[in-house]
C-alpha cells in the first residue's frame, strides 16, 4: 500500500469517525477503543491502533455529549494520534511502541480542543441549515428536509482533514521518534506510565458516582494482592 | 379528513432507519427539530398529498426537540401513531408537538444517565480489560466485547422503544417505567467502578508488580493525585501534565 492510498484511507475512515460520533448511527465505533484497532487495522497494524485507543477510551471514558455541551472531541484525537502513530511505527520499523505512543499523544491531544471548537462552528451551520429549511418548507418541502444530511458534510471534512493531516505528519513523528536519545526514551517510557495512571483515574471519575472511588479501591487492591499472594507462593515453591 | 391509514411495516422500518439519523443537523437553537422532520417524512408524506395539508404537518415538527437520540426512538414511534390518528381526525394537531414535549426531557434525563453515565463507561472498561488480559489474543475480542455487549442493549432498547412507542404513544411511560432503568443504572455504574479498578490493577501488574514495587507505587500516587486534580484541570490539561512529569522524572534520573 502506498502511503498517498494510506493518507486517503486515514482520512475517509477520520471523516466517517467524526459523522458517527455524533450525527449518525451512535453505535460507538468512534470511540478510541474501537476506533484506535479499525484504523490500524485499515492501515496495517492493528496492534499498534489498540495501544492508543486503550488509554484515550479511558481518558475520554466521561466525555459526554449532554444537551448543548460539549466536551473535547476524543474521536478526532484518537483518528489523528492512531494515523501519525502507526504510520510513523512502519517508518521506523518499530512499530507502535510506548515511545511513539506517548509522543503521538503528547503532540496530538491538543486536537481533542481543537476537535471541540470546530463542533461549534458544525452547530452554527446546523443552525443555519435548520432556519433554511424552515424559510423554504413552504415552497420546496423535500429540499427543506434533505437539507438535513447537509449538516453530515462539516463533521465529515473536519475529521478527515485532521486526520489526513496528522497522517501526512508521521514522517516527522517518525523523524522525532530516531533522534531520540536514551534518557528521552526513558523519561517518555515513564511518561507513559504517568499518562496511565491519569487514564485510571480519569475512568474512575468517569462513573459520576459516590461509590466510584470505593469500589475501584477494593477491586484494585483485591487483584494487587491476589497478585502478590500468587507471586509469593510461586517464590517459595521448590 | 383522510380516510383511515394504519402506516405499514416497511414503512415503519423507514422511519425507525432514518431515526438513526436524528442528530444529522443537531443545533443549538431547535436542536433535533429538523432532524425530527426528516425522519417522520416518509409518513408524512404518505398521509397528506403534496401542497398546504403536507407542509403544515413537516412546519410542527420544526419546533424545538430534544431528546435522547436513543430513546427518542419512543417518542419518534409515538408521533407516528398521533400522526396517523391526527390525519383520521382523531386527535387535533396540536397534540403531537404537546406529546414530544411532554416527553422529551424526562426520556432525555434517563437515556443520559443510563446510557451515557452508566452503560457506556462499563462497557468501554470492559472492553479494555479484555484488551489487557489478553494481550495476546486478537484485538478483535477487546471490540467484540465493547462493540457487542453495548451495541446489543443499543439497539433492542432503540427498536423496542420505538415499537412500543407507535403500538401504544399514552402507554410508552408506563412500558419505560416497568423496566426500572434507573435502578440498573445504579447496578451497571457500580460494575463499571469495579471493572475500572481492575483496569488500574490489571497496569500494574503488567508494569511489573509486585516485582517492581516502586513503579506502581508511583503509579498509584499520580492515580491519586489525578483523581483529585481532574475535575479543576480536566482530562486534557491533566494528561498532558502528568506525560511532562513524567519526562522530566525520567530525564532526570536516567
Not at chain 1, 193 to 203: E, G, K, T, Y
Not at chain 2, 25 to 49: D, H, I, K, T
Request: hydrophobic fraction near 55%; charged fraction near 15%; proline fraction near 5%.
Amino acid at each position: 500500500m502506498t502511503r498517498a492510498v494510506q493518507l486517503a484511507i486515514a482520512a475517509v475512515i477520520g471523516g466517517a469517525a467524526a459523522v458517527e460520533r455524533k450525527g449518525a448511527l451512535q453505535l460507538m465505533l468512534s470511540r478510541p477503543l474501537a476506533l484506535g484497532p479499525l484504523l490500524g487495522a485499515a492501515l496495517g497494524d492493528v496492534r499498534g491502533g489498540l495501544t492508543i485507543g486503550v488509554p484515550l477510551e479511558l481518558l475520554f471514558l466521561g466525555a459526554v455529549n449532554l444537551g448543548a455541551t460539549l466536551p473535547d472531541n476524543e474521536t478526532i484525537a484518537a483518528s489523528c494520534a492512531v494515523a501519525a502513530a502507526v504510520l510513523a511505527g512502519q517508518d521506523t520499523h518499530i512499530g507502535v511502541d510506548e515511545t511513539t505512543a506517548t509522543l503521538a499523544i503528547a503532540l496530538f491531544l491538543p486536537t481533542a480542543v481543537l476537535g471541540r471548537r470546530l463542533e461549534r462552528l458544525t452547530e452554527g451551520i446546523n443552525r443555519r441549515l435548520a432556519a433554511r429549511a424552515r424559510a423554504t418548507i413552504a415552497a420546496q418541502p423535500a429540499r427543506a428536509i434533505r437539507l438535513h444530511l447537509g449538516g453530515l458534510l462539516a463533521p465529515f471534512l473536519a475529521g478527515a482533514a485532521y486526520t489526513g493531516i496528522a497522517a501526512a505528519l508521521a514522517p516527522f513523528l517518525a523523524a522525532l521518534r530516531r533522534g531520540l536519545d536514551h534518557h528521552l526514551v526513558q523519561g517518555l517510557e515513564i511518561g507513559w506510565i504517568f499518562f496511565l495512571a491519569v487514564c485510571c483515574a480519569s475512568a474512575v471519575r468517569a462513573i459520576r458516582d459516590a461509590r466510584a472511588p470505593s469500589f475501584a479501591a477494593m477491586a484494585s487492591g483485591a487483584i494487587a494482592l491476589v497478585t502478590l499472594a500468587v507471586k509469593i507462593l510461586h517464590w517459595r515453591s521448590p | 379528513m383522510t380516510a383511515p391509514v394504519r402506516f405499514g411495516a416497511f414503512l415503519r422500518l423507514r422511519v425507525f432507519l432514518r431515526s438513526l439519523l436524528l442528530q444529522a443537523s443537531w443545533n443549538r437553537e431547535g436542536m433535533q427539530n429538523l432532524g425530527f422532520a426528516y425522519v417522520l417524512y416518509p409518513a408524512l408524506c404518505r398521509l397528506y398529498p403534496e401542497g398546504p395539508a403536507r407542509v403544515a404537518a413537516l412546519q410542527r415538527h420544526l419546533d424545538f426537540f430534544n431528546c435522547h437520540p436513543y430513546l427518542a426512538a419512543a417518542v419518534v414511534g409515538g408521533a407516528l401513531r398521533l400522526e396517523e390518528r391526527v390525519a383520521m381526525g382523531e386527535v387535533p394537531a396540536e397534540a403531537v408537538p404537546a406529546y414530544k414535549r411532554a416527553l422529551g426531557p424526562p426520556f432525555a434525563a434517563l437515556g443520559d444517565a443510563f446510557f451515557w453515565g452508566a452503560l457506556r463507561p462499563a462497557t468501554g472498561l470492559a472492553g479494555v480489560l479484555v484488551a489487557l488480559i489478553a494481550p495476546s489474543a486478537r484485538p478483535v475480542w477487546a471490540l467484540a466485547t465493547f462493540l457487542g455487549l453495548y451495541n446489543a442493549i443499543h439497539l433492542s432498547a432503540r427498536a423496542w422503544l420505538f415499537v412500543h412507542g407507535y403500538a401504544s404513544p399514552e402507554g410508552v411511560v408506563g412500558a419505560l417505567g416497568a423496566v426500572h432503568l434507573p435502578d440498573s443504572t445504579s447496578l451497571i455504574k457500580a460494575t463499571a467502578a469495579t471493572l475500572a479498578g481492575a483496569v488500574a490493577a490489571t497496569l500494574a501488574v503488567a508494569g511489573g508488580w509486585p516485582i517492581q514495587t516502586h513503579h506502581a507505587v508511583r503509579a498509584a500516587i499520580v492515580v491519586i493525585a489525578a483523581y483529585a486534580i481532574l475535575p479543576k484541570l480536566g482530562p486534557y490539561f491533566t494528561a498532558l501534565a502528568a506525560l511532562a512529569v513524567g519526562v522530566a522524572i525520567g530525564v532526570a534520573t536516567g
